[in-house]
């Protein structure tokens, strides 16, 4: 190649990557909502069927000026950090147990494996009826649903630490203390973010299939009562309000994951 064309090439602006990707959810987010009032407008659905976007945005208004949503809300979310929070410390404790032992684990996961076959709405009823409807249960449920995969991501976690690390810290003489703090929760660390994502998420569901089943408070009791009343508005504000709490609860996560991880991109 001509020395001439070469340095001319390096020369070359690089584009700025745009804002447009960022923009793009947004954009398709008001497009679907422009599709829903148009189809709930000419559609001919009464109310019941489907409330447009404008009347489920009325209902909103009305939920949070009389306090009921804000009460609600409160309830579910403080029985998706309580179950969440005991869920990942269960998680934490078990799956550091069995990636230590081969012996452990084998003992233990027949009955993990066979208790994720049975779906979390077939036994939240026993759960209710065993512990009754409050709030316990929610929180067991919860619990239950995020255990697993945080289990999963953190067994997967410890046991993906290279050897050699192993051998070099026992080199240092370093105590069972130090490899955990100083190796082993910084190595694993990204694994179990990512079991994080998923539990946070999940979390909602646990918490909201508890109150659908027997509650007389929360978001999912206010699901029940929209049903009940054939208010449809309730309901999709109560489910909105769900999906925004799933959202925050992930958003929550990546932040963690950006503050602990920030050693990765230095």
């Not at 306090?67 to 409160?74: F, K, V």
């Not at 065993?130 to 619990?143: E, N, R």
């Not at 994502?197 to 929360?218: F, K, M, P, Q």
Request: net charge positive.
């Amino acid at each position: 190649m001509d020395l001439h064309l070469t340095q001319k090439i390096a020369i070359l602006p690089v584009p700025r990557p745009t804002r447009l990707p960022s923009l793009v959810p947004l954009l398709v987010l008001f497009l679907a909502i422009a599709g829903w009032e148009l189809f709930a407008r000419f559609a001919g659905l009464p109310a019941f069927i489907l409330p447009s976007p404008t009347q489920v945005a009325e209902r909103f208004g009305r939920a949070l000026m009389s306090g009921n949503l804000l009460y609600h809300t409160a309830i579910t979310l403080l029985q998706i950090l309580l179950g969440l929070l005991s869920g990942v410390l269960a998680a934490l404790m078990l799956g550091y147990a069995i990636a230590k032992s081969r012996l452990f684990e084998q003992v233990v996961s027949p009955f993990l494996v066979a208790s994720q076959a049975i779906p979390i709405v077939a036994i939240a009823p026993l759960l209710v009826i065993w512990f009754g409807p409050g709030m316990f249960s929610k929180v067991l449920i919860c619990a239950l649903i995020v255990f697993f995969p945080v289990l999963v991501n953190t067994v997967v976690g410890l046991r993906a630490v290279p050897r050699s690390l192993y051998e070099l810290m026992r080199s240092l003489r370093a105590s069972r203390w130090q490899m955990l703090r100083l190796l082993e929760i910084p190595a694993a660390l990204p694994v179990f973010l990512g079991g994080l994502r998923i539990g946070a998420t999940l979390s909602v569901i646990g918490a909201v299939v508890g109150e659908l089943v027997g509650a007389d408070r929360g978001l999912g009791f206010l699901i029940n009562v929209g049903r009940g009343q054939y208010d449809t508005a309730l309901v999709f504000v109560a489910v909105i309000t769900l999906i925004v709490l799933a959202l925050g609860l992930y958003g929550l996560v990546i932040l963690l994951e950006n503050r602990l991880l920030a050693w990765q991109k230095q």
